[in-house]
């Protein structure tokens, strides 16, 4: 059975950007996350080695916004990475990155990038 653990909008401050002000004075981001894992252990047992812990996930998502990247797509695939490497129960998800006040001359709410992956097929 799998099932999903969401991190919705989570905020943070960050340095990333294609323009040098970008990394110097930073941005508003929202980060979602939705991480697909076999939780069937924390549901029939109410144990917590049998999910996976949300404040962890978002200490993982915080130290990669922590690293400064041109992309955003960068950006996604390390928080992707970092979960695979430290979330053995991920066996897929969805991440969205977004940049909330992006230098364009637009009004526009947010622009992002969003990774889905699987690694079951």
Same mark, same amino acid.
């Given at each position: 059975?799998?099932?999903?653990?969401?991190? @919705?909008?989570?905020?943070?401050?960050?340095?990333?950007?294609?323009?040098?002000?970008?990394?110097?004075?930073? @941005?508003?981001?929202?980060?979602?996350?939705?991480?697909?894992?076999?939780?069937?252990?924390?549901?029939?047992?109410?144990?917590?080695?049998?999910?996976?812990?949300?404040?962890?996930?978002?200490?993982?998502?915080?130290?990669?916004?922590?690293?400064?990247?041109?992309?955003?797509?960068?950006?996604?695939?390390?928080?992707?990475?970092?979960?695979?490497?430290?979330?053995?129960?991920?066996?897929?998800?969805?991440?969205?990155?977004?940049?909330?006040?992006?230098?364009?001359?637009?009004?526009?709410?947010?622009?992002?990038?969003?990774?889905?992956?699987? @690694?079951?097929?």
């Amino acid at each position: 059975m799998t099932t999903t653990i969401e991190i @919705n909008r989570l905020r943070l401050y960050a340095f990333h950007g294609v323009l040098p002000r970008e990394r110097e004075v930073g @941005n508003e981001f929202e980060v979602t996350l939705h991480l697909e894992c076999d939780m069937t252990e924390a549901m029939t047992c109410d144990r917590l080695d049998g999910t996976v812990s949300y404040a962890d996930v978002i200490e993982l998502v915080k130290a990669e916004m922590a690293v400064p990247s041109q992309l955003l797509e960068h950006v996604a695939w390390r928080i992707k990475s970092a979960v695979e490497r430290d979330l053995p129960k991920v066996t897929g998800g969805y991440i969205k990155v977004a940049k909330l006040r992006p230098p364009v001359t637009a009004q526009l709410e947010s622009a992002a990038v969003t990774l889905k992956w699987n @690694n079951n097929g």
